[in-house]
């Protein structure tokens, strides 16, 4: 029950595009079609803001996308805005489990 | 609307027990998988456990088997989590989720505001 690998940190200008990488292997992101990712601000519950690699709940901006290739999923966002600085963590169903990583922090320059 | 509110967090010592209960409204746990993730201070989102919709499966971290137990009453519209033999690294928020997915819970789509457990002599 590994976590999966994602940077530290990513930053960007409000209206750019930033991508958050989320490594795992064979037996988690890349055996099967079930990433989500979660948007965490300071002191707040985690909110879900992609699932299925890159389906979004109604409410979430289509700012929002996700995509996976092999043992790797990203989340871009595109058009920054301020609200999105936030802790963003992606997670992967893994056969009996499921698994996170360790959490990027997006900050909006 | 859809609701998830945690309760029983506290402080307690080491090899202590907690049981920590979730009351959900707006919508009906027994349609649903329900999960507990926990987040260390500082620290990322773990898998705590799961429970199917009938409390038939359920599953753990390898981090937590055999000291924590998951378990739900429908009737009551709430899932439960004891927890035995408690150390510091226990220590952390716990999220109340509502899990989605066809045969398990592939993501999680509803979250409490969390209970915080302290486990400290």
């Known amino acids: 029950q590994s976590a999966l690998t994602q940077p530290r940190s990513v930053s960007g200008s409000p209206g750019q595009s930033v991508t958050i990488s989320c490594t795992g292997t064979?037996?988690?992101?890349?055996?099967?079609?079930?990433v989500s990712w979660y948007q965490q601000h300071p002191g707040k519950a985690p909110k879900l803001m992609i699932f299925?690699?890159?389906k979004r709940p109604s409410g979430v901006p289509d700012r929002f996308s996700g995509s996976k290739s092999g043992n790797t999923a990203s989340l871009t966002i595109s058009g920054l805005q301020a609200e999105d600085e936030a802790d963003y963590y992606c997670c992967s169903y893994a056969g009996t489990y499921t698994v996170f990583g360790g959490g990027t922090k997006l900050t909006v320059l | 609307q859809v609701q998830l509110v945690e309760s029983g967090g506290g402080l307690v010592k080491p090899g202590g027990s907690l049981r920590l209960s979730c009351a959900a409204s707006g919508f009906t746990i027994s349609d649903y998988y329900m999960s507990w993730i926990r987040q260390a201070p500082g620290k990322g989102l773990e898998w705590v456990s799961y429970i199917s919709s009938s409390s038939s499966y359920t599953n753990y971290a390898d981090s937590v088997k055999g000291r924590f137990t998951i378990s739900r009453d429908n009737a009551k519209n709430s899932l439960y989590l004891q927890m035995n033999s408690l150390r510091a690294e226990d220590t952390a928020v716990y999220y109340c989720?509502?899990?989605?997915?066809?045969?398990?819970?592939?993501?999680?789509?509803?979250w409490g505001q969390g209970t915080l457990v302290t486990v400290s002599s």
């Open positions: 299925d690699v890159s």
């Open positions: 989720t509502r899990g989605r997915g066809a045969a398990r819970p592939y993501y999680f789509d509803c």
């Open positions: 064979s037996s988690d992101v890349g055996g099967y079609n079930y």
